[in-house]
Structure formats: structure tokens, C-alpha cells
């Protein structure tokens, strides 16, 4: 089986649909000047090859202004990452976590609904083994 190998075209459908994920097959066609088959068939290979996992739904801010976000970042104790990865993902306030370089290794996504439950998160993260230390920062305003 050959993989997909994703052209222009399929990453300016993929930018259409992030400022729109509802826009219409013939709307994307228009503005990317091709057909409406050209556009479905590459959407369903993209859905296909897991290119695009999904659609969601982008609320207005202050729809989501009682919500507590912030970031955490997390240093692991030596070779435990993945350990530590699987038991943040059991906790669903963190909407994601990104593994990266530098001073932490792991960054943390917190979405919690008030701050008696963010602070919950916090101290659900802190108790997992493998955890040597722990930054966060609560996310005020994003433009």
C-alpha cells in the first residue's frame, strides 16, 4: 500500500477548512478554483487517511469566559515519559499534551471549569510518579 503523500492543493483545503471546517464542497471549490468532485474525493482521502481526525466546533470567548486555561509545563524524572504521558491522559482536563525540548519535557493543555477544579488538576498532576517538577501558567486572554 502506497502512503498519501498530500500536494498544494491538499494543504490549502486543510487551511479552508480550519478558518471554516463548515463551509460547502462547492464554496472550498470556488475558492480553490477546482471542482466540486476534486474537492470531495480529496476530503474523503483526507478523512480517509487520517489526515483530518475531525471537525469541532471554535466558541466565541466569552461563550468559554468562566473556563480556566492554562499551560503547564512538566520536568520527568529520567526515562519515564511515557509512564507519565498515560497517566495525564486519564485526567480530562488536559486537552493536550505536547512533548517537547529544552528545560521541560512534557506541556500540559489545562481546560477546567472553575478554579476549585483547576486547582484539583493541579494536585492530581503533582501526585503522579515520575514527576520531578511543574510550571503553570493560567492563560488570560487570547487574540
Do not use: C
Not at 470531495?40 to 466565541?60: C, E
Not at 466569552?62 to 512538566?74: F, G, N, Q, T
Amino acid at each position: 500500500m502506497t502512503p498519501y503523500l498530500y500536494d498544494a492543493l491538499d494543504k490549502a483545503l486543510i487551511a479552508e477548512l480550519r478558518k471554516d471546517g463548515r463551509a460547502a464542497i462547492s464554496t472550498l471549490a470556488t475558492t480553490l478554483d477546482v471542482s466540486r468532485g476534486t474537492v470531495q474525493n480529496r476530503l474523503d482521502r483526507l478523512i480517509s487517511s487520517g489526515a483530518i481526525q475531525g471537525f469541532t466546533v471554535r466558541v466565541h470567548e466569552h461563550i468559554e469566559s468562566e473556563l480556566v486555561r492554562a499551560i503547564m509545563m512538566i520536568e520527568v524524572i529520567g526515562k519515564s515519559t511515557t509512564q507519565v504521558i498515560n497517566a495525564l491522559r486519564g485526567i480530562p482536563e488536559l486537552s493536550k499534551i505536547h512533548t517537547t525540548n529544552g528545560a521541560w519535557d512534557l506541556i500540559a493543555e489545562i481546560q477546567a471549569a472553575n478554579l476549585s477544579e483547576f486547582d484539583g488538576v493541579l494536585r492530581q498532576v503533582r501526585e503522579i510518579d515520575g514527576i520531578l517538577n511543574s510550571e503553570t501558567s493560567i492563560l488570560l486572554s487570547s487574540t
